[in-house]
C-alpha cells in the first residue's frame, strides 16, 4: 500500500506518472488521507463518482496540504457561489451552456483550415483503398480529430480518443 504522505510529495507533483500507475493498479480507490480524500485512478470506479453527485461532488470545499509531519490535512475554503470548475449541476451545466458556445465557435475557426486538411488526407486515403467503411475512415477519425484540436491534444491517440468516446457514450 502506497505512503499517504506521498500524495504531495515534490518529487511525487514534479513526476506523478510512476506514483498513479501504481495507485491505478494497486488501488483505483485510494484513501489518500484523513476523512473523505480519495484518489480515484481508474475509469469504472471514476464514471461511477461522475454520475454520483450527491456523493462526490465538484464543489471545492478545502485545500489539501501536508503538514510538518508528513500527513494530508484539508484547509477548509469558502469560495462563494460555485463556477464552472468547481460546481455541480445545474450551475456547472448553465455555466457550461453560456460560456461554450463562443469559445468552440473562435476555436474552431483557428482550427478550421487544419481540420479541413485532415478530413481531405483520410478521404483520399479511403479513395486509394478502392473500398471502405466510411465510418471507421472518415465518419468517426475526423470528428475525433477535431475535437482532440479543439481541446488541444495536439498529436493525439484517435483510435484511443474513439475507443474511450465510445465508452463514455454506453456509460449514459
Known sequence: MLDQSLLLDPAVVQDPYPFYDELRATAPVWQAGPDDIFAVTSFE???DAARRIEDFSSVLTAFLYRGDDGVLAKIPADLGE???AVADPPVHTAHKQMIFPKFVSKRMALIEDEVTRYANAC???AREKGGFDFMAEIGVTVPIRAIAMLIGFADSNDELLARTAFQLVELT
Open 82 to 84: 460555485p463556477t464552472l
Open 45 to 47: 470506479p471514476l464514471a
Open 123 to 125: 478521404i483520399e486515403r
